[in-house]
């Protein structure tokens, strides 16, 4: 894909968590409490949040630069260990005693059935001086950059402060910054290139119920003029995306997963896809397209997963072979 390969230098910042999934089987219920019993097998640890972005970006054949915060615990090693394999560079990266790594624990047994899942985390923000610091930090590196990923996942590390910042920068430098955001307040956003909110968040925002296209839309145009921002891009799960761009024209792109498993790690692939090919020189439409295509194939998988180039060429492929 021509689109694709020209080694292009994204940043991502954002919330980044650590993935833990604990695999097991259950063959009996606890005399305790009406619970199954899962036999530990094995575990493993996968890049979440922003990191989960950095890599699927990597696997773009792009190079990335991840801004986040992780702990000074065991979680962030084992994250930390995982970015560094995958070629994620980490200048950017800041690690904060007493502050423990965004981890999401799933418990999975028998035919990929998740039992409960467990979250640690911290909310609050970083350390005043610290963000300062890292806005300088940006600043510095930004001419060596061709696109921005903005990946809140509300955990704190995003702030209004610093997404605004940022947002504000990259418009300066005349660099793109598109922008997955979650609840809380998105004025911070204002003037980005492109937002993507979750469907629920969205109406939220536009304050009414969605639950059509036309309802959609009106939402979506509701937060482009409030935002004054480019382009909307929303996520309908297992019904694909839909885009209204900066001329306020709709464009509905289906969901190609025939057989859903499950659609964690969905969001942090369209935006690798999406932003790895607009920095390549895609257009906004080609890139969606893309997006799409490489988050039908995400939710045909089991927890978050990289998705590479190759897969998606051969999805691509066979979809249009099959038109013909």
């Not at 230098?9 to 899962?38: F, N």
């Not at 990929?112 to 610290?130: C, H, N």
């Amino acid at each position: 894909m021509d689109d694709v390969q020209g080694k292009k230098c994204i940043l991502v910042v954002g919330d980044s968590m650590a993935d833990h999934y604990v695999y097991g089987k259950v063959e009996r219920v606890s005399k305790e409490a009406p619970l199954p019993i899962v036999e530990y097998q094995y575990e493993e640890y996968h890049l979440g949040g922003a990191a989960n972005v950095a890599a699927n970006i990597v696997s773009m054949k792009n190079e990335v630069m991840l801004c986040s915060l992780i702990g000074k615990d065991a979680e962030g090693q084992k994250i930390r260990g995982i970015m560094q394999d995958k070629g994620i560079n980490l200048d950017l990266l800041v690690s904060e005693e007493g502050r423990p790594t965004s981890t999401k624990t799933r418990v999975i047994a028998g035919n990929k059935v998740q039992v409960f899942r467990m979250d640690r985390e911290s909310r609050g923000r970083m350390e005043p001086e610290k963000e300062q610091e890292l806005l300088l930090r940006i600043e510095s590196i930004l001419n060596e950059v061709d696109l921005i990923v903005l990946a809140d996942y509300g955990k704190g590390f995003l702030s209004s402060k610093l997404a605004s910042y940022v947002v504000r920068l990259g418009k300066r430098r005349g660099k793109k910054v598109i922008c997955s955001v979650r609840n809380g307040n998105p004025q911070p956003y204002y003037g980005a290139y492109l937002i993507k909110p979750d469907l629920s968040d969205l109406g939220e925002w536009a304050g009414m119920k969605i639950f059509s296209v036309k309802e959609a839309e009106i939402a979506m145009q509701k937060m482009k003029s409030l935002l004054k921002v480019e382009n909307v891009l929303v996520d309908r799960s297992e019904f694909g995306v839909l885009l209204l761009d900066a001329n306020y024209r709709m464009h509905r792109y289906e969901n190609t997963c025939d057989n859903l498993v499950d659609i964690t790690g969905a969001g942090a692939t369209i935006m690798a896809v999406l932003g790895a090919f607009l920095a390549g020189g895609a257009d906004l439409e080609k890139s969606s397209k893309m997006a799409c295509l490489a988050a039908g194939i995400k939710k045909g998988k089991l927890g978050t997963a990289i998705i590479g180039l190759e897969e998606l060429e051969e999805l691509e492929d066979y979809l249009n072979h099959k038109k013909e």
